[in-house]
């Protein structure tokens, strides 16, 4: 998976997606205190499928988009029509792999409450957005 995600990193350098999170992009979580807004990426699940004498794998990855805008969506929003199309069926190259597909999943936005070191508690959206990539190995 080190290659997926050195693959994905790769895709996100200078894009539209960087310049609205000011680069904040963290691997499986953001670190405490974290400066709004930023995204956190994960491997949710990673699984087998041997089809047609290939061997490939199906890798749940999920995007998380924070934004701590309260009363207005623009941010997130923005933040995610740049990772749709930055990810949406898209292409990059894996070191000694091959991506068949990323297709995207699901996508959730929620209203969330987060402590905030300073200032107590405070209110920020999150998107949540799955995506289904199947590599071949």
């Not at 490939?56 to 929003?77: A, G, M, P």
């Not at 409450?113 to 405070?122: E, K, Q, S, V």
């Amino acid at each position: 998976m080190l290659n997926l995600k050195k693959a994905i990193y790769s895709k996100l350098s200078d894009s539209l997606l960087t310049a609205d999170i000011g680069g904040r992009f963290f691997d499986t979580q953001a670190p405490e205190g974290a400066e709004y807004p930023y995204v956190v990426y994960l491997i949710v699940s990673d699984g087998p499928d041997n089809v047609f004498g290939g061997y490939y794998e199906d890798v749940l990855i999920q995007f998380s988009l924070f934004s701590k805008t309260e009363n207005d969506t623009t941010e997130i929003e923005t933040m995610f029509g740049h990772l749709k199309t930055l990810f949406d069926e898209c292409s990059f190259n894996i070191t000694d792999q091959t991506l068949i597909w990323m297709r995207r999943e699901n996508a959730t936005l929620m209203a969330e409450t987060h402590d905030a070191l300073i200032t107590g508690t405070i209110q920020v959206w999150h998107y949540a957005v799955d995506y289904i990539v199947t590599i071949k190995v």
